[in-house]
RNA sequence: GGAGGUGGACGGAGGAUCGCCGGCAGGCAGGAUCGCCUGCGGGAGGAAAGUCCGGGCUCCACAGGGCAGGGAGGUCGCUAACGGCGACCCGGGGUGACCCGAGGGAAAGUGCCGCAGAAACCACACCGCCGAUGGCGGCUUCGGUCGCACAGGCAAGGGUGAAAUCGUGGGGUAAGAGCCCACGCGCGACAGCCGGGUGACCGGCGGCGGGGCAAACCCCUCCCGGUGCAAGCUCGAAUAGGGACGUCGCUUCGGGCGGCCCGUCCGAGUGGGCUUCGGCUCACCGACGUCCGGGUGAGAGCGCUCGAGCGGCGCAGCAAUGCGUCGCCUAGACGAAUGAUCCUCGCUGGCUUGCGGGCAACUGCUCGUCAGUACAGAACCCGGCUUACAGUCCACCUCCGGCA
RNA sequence: UGGGGCGUCGCCAAAUGGUAAGGCAGCGGCCUUUGGAGCCGCCAUUUGCAGGUUCGAGUCCUGCCGCCCCAG
């Protein structure tokens, strides 16, 4: 039900269910998974922990953040994180369901605009 | 008009699309952690920063006093408190508005002052000056006089240094010296007194003329218990049903060992788990009271925002601030919201088009274009301090120049 | 949130308040056919930055900046 709804919406909801927030998961996901790198950024792949919507058997893709003090003050930090959120929020339908995504900001990352750092995620997700 | 000083205010605006956090109201769904929809209104800062001080609040500890340790340091006030703020004093800087200062004690004691210099703090004299007095020698009219620089006197001049026992001028003298005088400078000791001020201090008279460093140890005065919202309180799940002591009920049965408590071994019985069906393994006292835990784990709620609050007015005060009164409610997140993208405008600077003012440097309005639009993100809450910052505005004041 | 430590030449590092040692590297020279080794010489002006105390500061004091570590 929500599913459909969500998908009828466009799918640009970002609700908590939608993140990665356990300390357990991000450690859980940091541990042999699948990597690729761009740039200014890493995303780490993994099978998702998250719970299932109503009516359906697959979990939706969720999104973790990893931005370490090295990238900025907190300022371009946060300013990174709503970026990369931004993203997520809008090309989510094009990733995998049930998976998991760790974005991990390096430095340099702040300094790109939101097209640059988007065409990044882009290389890094494969999609 | 130019240059500057002080204090204060602000620190982008509007729109479109898609979103985030929490509140209220309604609806739908429905184990929760963690649901969805609609509507309404709210959602970072002047520094939210650095975490340098001070408090509130929290729990722990606590009779009082002292020591150790840490901190503060002109005076008087303000304050919940402060290392903050205000006014004033003193010293320093600036033509000035104004700014800067950890600004108690060097006679309680200890220590240090390299190099240079004779000498660096208790005494002294390298070059030098003198040699009146005494000494030696020459001459002598026997009164003296000349020479030497031995005794001795001196600290002016030279020289060293950051600093050398007050500076300049005059008197004075053998040469000199605060030895005396005038003006100045300084004062912790000698020696105070008068006047003003709550006081730090200031003015006057008199007296004296003996370095520095306490952001060296130290002395004096005053202040300080620890802990920090991951504080702390409440609720709840799972694992485990622990150990010590005591009391009561009197504990599945039999046997062996050791004197007992009790422990241990063997066999049977009951129950649970696993099983390749052979067996293996675990449990077999209970209740109550007191004391003492360790590990795992999945959390949730409260604390959590109405407060030394903000704004206006009045009164007291030079002011910081206080009192009174009226009005207002202004983020509460927790892998952590307050935004993303685009368009238009504003502001600042450069270039430029046109019109105007001026002898000129330049300047006012205007068309276009390019660039820039800062520093920075609440994490329990306040009062300060410090640091960062594109730019804009206001008030008062100072200096210089022009005109009248 | 609380606590601790460190910044000295390109690198490593020493310095009771009194001229900023030393080593490696670098540069120049000697030696050597050349290179290496060896020997000699050169190499800090902003001691992370800004103030202050002092006659004098890498050292003492204050405020900043950067880095590292520890506890919950």
Redesign the pocket.
């Known amino acids: 039900m929500?599913t459909d709804?969500r998908s009828r919406?466009?799918?640009?909801?970002?609700?908590?269910?939608d993140?990665?927030?356990?300390?357990?998961d991000?450690?859980r996901l940091s541990r042999g998974q699948r990597r690729r790198r761009a740039a200014h950024l890493v995303v780490v792949e993994g099978p998702s922990f998250?719970?299932e919507?109503?009516g359906s058997d697959t979990p939706g893709p969720r999104l973790?953040?990893?931005v370490s003090r090295?990238v900025g003050?907190?300022?371009?930090r946060?300013?990174v994180?709503?970026?990369v959120?931004?993203w997520f929020?809008?090309e989510r339908g094009r990733l995998l369901p049930g998976r998991d995504y760790?974005v991990i900001a390096r430095p340099g990352a702040a300094e790109l605009?939101?097209?640059a750092l988007w065409s990044e995620l882009a290389e890094a997700t494969g999609r």
């Open positions: 929500q709804e919406r466009g799918g640009q909801r970002f609700g908590p269910a993140r990665v927030r356990s300390g357990r991000f450690r998250g719970v919507p109503a973790g953040l990893t090295k003050n907190a300022v371009a946060n300013r994180k709503r970026r959120r931004e929020r809008r760790v605009d939101a097209r």
